[in-house]
T-cell receptor
Framework: SQQGEEDPQALSIQEGENATMNCSYKTSINNLQWYRQNSGRGLVHLIL?????REKHSGRLRVTLDTSKKSSSLLITASRAADTASYFC????????????FGKGITLSVRP | EAGVVQSPRYKIIEKKQPVAFWCNPISGHNTLYWYRQNLGQGPELLIRYENEEAVDDSQLPKDRFSAERLKGVDSTLKIQPAELGDSAVYLC?????????????FGSGTQLSVL
């Protein structure tokens, strides 16, 4: 399977703490994206990082990419109860028939 | 800007019955995707359209699933006949396809329950 694998599967933290989620993948990629999904809703794009980038920031989000280790991390700083959701990494690998492939997701619970 | 619109929101049917889902993508988005999401899993691509052409339908179970995107805008996904294992959330997404790396905009999905 080409899909990324997120780690941990579930994460529970207190409001105000930072949340770190990891994603590993197996093949070379063009880019990696992170999405959020609130319960019963569709996915919402958070951030995209290209294979030639190492770090990107967007508000309270920080994403890193290590292509040598085939891994990425998503850091949410100063978490809020509203950050409670499932988070998915999606990889767009290189080569023919490339398609955006999602991992199984991480369930983040932020306790007020 | 209106988002991706899907209907119905929920659908409950008995096995062997047909079912259809409808999607209206964001205006101007030439690429449309249908994903299936099982409980506790990530979305899995069923089919991807670029304008009217299905450019990737390798994961679509063609014996019972069909899709169309007339005039390169709205799309329908049909299952006939439905099986118990088809119970899932069916998500539609759209993007403006450039040279790759585009972000996808998702609808809220149709939750299908097959009894």
């Amino acid at each position: 399977s080409q899909q990324g694998e997120e780690d941990p599967q579930a994460l529970s933290i207190q409001e105000g703490e930072n949340a770190t989620m990891n994603c590993s993948y197996k093949t070379s990629i063009n880019n990696l994206q992170w999405y959020r999904q609130n319960s019963g809703r569709g996915l919402v794009h958070l951030i995209l990082i290209r294979s030639n980038e190492r770090e990107k920031h967007s508000g309270r989000l920080r994403v890193t990419l290590d292509t040598s280790k085939k891994s990425s991390s998503l850091l949410i700083t100063a978490s809020r109860a509203a950050d409670t959701a499932s988070y998915f990494c999606a990889t767009d690998w290189t080569g023919a028939n490339s398609k955006l492939t999602f991992g199984k997701g991480i369930t983040l619970s932020v306790r007020p | 800007e209106a988002g991706v619109v899907q209907s119905p929101r929920y659908k409950i049917i008995e096995k062997k019955q047909p079912v259809a889902f409808w999607c209206n993508p964001i205006s101007g988005h030439n690429t449309l995707y249908w994903y299936r999401q099982n409980l506790g899993q990530g979305p899995e691509l069923l089919i991807r359209y670029e304008n009217e052409e299905a450019v990737d339908d390798s994961q679509l179970p063609k014996d019972r699933f069909s899709a169309e995107r007339l005039k390169g805008v709205d799309s329908t996904l049909k299952i006939q006949p439905a099986e118990l294992g088809d119970s899932a959330v069916y998500l539609c997404a759209s993007s403006f396809s450039g040279t790759g790396g585009e972000k996808l905009f998702f609808g809220s999905g149709t939750q299908l329950s097959v009894l």
